[in-house]
């Protein structure tokens, strides 16, 4: 009987497969990449740190104005004609976005640390971009 020796035989590499498919959703190894990032995936970061720092400021902003709610309620209240507690919303979908942009972050500085070529997926891009409050 003849035993067929496999020609390559490649480490499984679960972390990193994770990492890369998360980001930019690439699962196989041959999707991955060693060589330089492009120029454009260099400004989706910079437009995603960016984002990131007014994600920030917006949440630090909700947070710090807990006292102000209800003045915030009055005057929407005022210009509508109708009661709702606009800031409990508001502060969620803050907070909602500021983790996701957070984890899109923390997953480029990952791939930055590990060397594998940033490529963020189109639906990342799509997201991360969108208005943050109808305010």
């Given amino acids: 009987m003849v035993r067929h020796q496999p020609l390559q035989y490649y480490e499984p590499q679960l972390c990193l497969s994770c990492l890369t498919g998360i980001y930019g959703c ?3 190894r041959y999707q991955r990449s060693h060589d330089d990032t492009t120029p454009w995936e260099r400004l989706w970061f910079l437009l995603l740190t960016f984002t990131f720092g007014l994600t920030l400021t917006w949440l630090y902003f909700w947070w710090e104005v807990h ?4 003045e915030f309620n009055w005057y929407l209240y005022n210009r509508m004609g109708y009661w709702s507690d606009w800031s409990v919303p508001i502060l969620v979908t803050t907070a909602a976005s500021f983790t996701y942009i957070a984890g899109l972050l923390v ?7 590990v060397g594998q070529q940033m490529n963020l997926h189109w639906l990342h891009k799509l997201s991360s971009e969108l ?5």
Avoid: F, G, T
């Fill in 107 to 113: 997953l480029a500085l990952c791939h930055i640390a």
């Fill in 26 to 28: 690439r699962w196989k």
């Fill in 67 to 70: 006292n102000d709610y209800d």
């Fill in 131 to 135: 208005p943050q409050s109808p305010l």
